[in-house]
């Protein structure tokens, strides 16, 4: 499944299928779940969430989607525009993952705080 991608300054109120939506303006990208359950997946761009590369043609996002709030929990990556489906992840994957998210966060925002101050 390859996606289309559209620069946008404001996400629109309707998703259409197969488009990831970029808003530079507030770093992030949208787009309905590649499931097919339509859900929305917003990925924000951060040093400690997602980083989209744009390479004048297609559209990478890293690291993979984990749609682990979502009834499907689908997880993929998108590369060059095109979606590679990953191995569904256990309960466990999950809640390590989560919290491997969390303590990485964590440690960003205190080295960011300990530079501030000098």
């Not at 525009?81 to 205190?110: H, M, P, Q, T, Y």
Request: charged share 30%.
């Amino acid at each position: 499944m390859k996606l289309q991608h559209k620069f946008v300054e404001f996400i629109p109120d309707l998703l259409e299928d197969g488009i990831i939506y970029i808003s530079l303006t507030y770093c992030t990208a949208i787009h309905k779940c590649v499931c097919g359950c339509n859900n929305e997946v917003v990925t924000p761009f951060s040093p400690t969430d997602w980083k989209m590369t744009f390479d004048g043609e297609t559209i990478s996002l890293s690291p993979s989607i984990g749609n682990w709030g979502f009834a499907c929990q689908s997880h993929y990556f998108i590369r060059k525009s095109k979606v590679e489906f990953a191995r569904i992840w256990s309960s466990e994957e999950i809640n390590d993952g989560v919290k491997k998210d969390e303590k990485k966060k964590k440690s960003f925002f205190l080295r960011r705080k300990k530079k501030k101050k000098k």
